[in-house]
């Protein structure tokens, strides 16, 4: 740690991504124990969104084989479940965020090297309403995408995707439902889309905070297909668990 470090970790004392209280010792991103408290996702994986599942003879999951993906495949850091699925909440809703350090850097140790084997052109984070960043003042993809592409040296594209109207709230939607209303809310900028064709991106990367049903994901895929974009990964912090 440098001094200014030294000093803004006195004045400012990092807070736990899990307990929320101050993380001893001094420097470290997350509490030891509160390590133990992250269910890590692994194999065996649902070959397409990278969910965990518990039988080894399956190769999708359920939600993959019954809707269409327009995704190649994702990958993701952890099971969006318990603690950790309340820390993630809090990034959002309680202003939490630099838990995000902790996720980022995590991120890069146990994912980076399969991110960067699919040779993204560009990391994407999923945008969100400008009224809903002008009230919670940050876009939590952003700056994940923001960490991962200085880590990992990938440029990170915030313009191309715009988010166009607030959506219904998707919690009582049906999945066919939730999609055609995210789909709705999408939309990409024709001319930078066609530059960034020019440029050379075929590749892309979306970055997000969470993957549940996935519809999301397949909302900003097919904007993307559309606007000329064939190849589209994803990478989420946590992903719920497949069944
Ligand atoms: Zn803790
Ligand atoms: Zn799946």
Avoid at 215 to 224: I, K, P, S
Wanted: with cysteine; proline share 6%; charged share 30%.
């Amino acid at each position: 740690m440098d001094w200014k470090e030294e000093l803004t970790g006195l004045v400012f004392p990092r807070r736990c991504p899990i307990c929320d209280d101050i993380v001893r010792p001094r420097g470290e991103l997350i509490c030891p124990e509160c390590r133990s408290a992250i269910s890590f996702v692994r194999e065996p994986c649902c070959k397409k969104c990278g969910k965990a599942l518990d039988d080894p003879g399956r190769e999708y999951c359920g939600d993959c084989l019954r809707h269409t993906r327009s995704f190649e495949a994702g990958i993701s850091l952890l099971n969006y479940e318990g603690p950790a699925a309340d820390s993630i909440a809090r990034i959002k809703y309680h202003n939490k965020r630099e838990y995000l350090d902790f996720y980022a850097d995590e991120a890069v140790k146990r994912c980076g090297r399969r991110i960067t084997e699919i040779r993204p052109d560009v990391l994407i984070p999923v945008p969100v309403h400008p009224a809903r960043l002008r009230k919670r003042g940050f876009n939590q993809a952003e700056i994940l995408a923001d960490r991962l592409g200085k880590r990992l040296e990938i440029p990170v594209e915030t313009k191309l995707l715009r988010r166009n109207r607030k959506t219904v709230p998707n919690k009582n939607l049906t999945p066919r439902e939730r999609l055609k209303n995210l789909t709705a809310a999408f939309s990409a900028d024709p001319v930078l889309a066609e530059a960034m064709r020019r440029d050379g991106v075929r590749r892309i990367l979306i970055v997000d905070d969470i993957y549940t049903t996935g519809a999301t994901v397949e909302a900003c895929c097919r904007v993307l297909h559309h606007a000329g974009f064939e190849k589209a990964w994803f990478f989420t912090i946590g992903i719920g668990h497949g069944t």
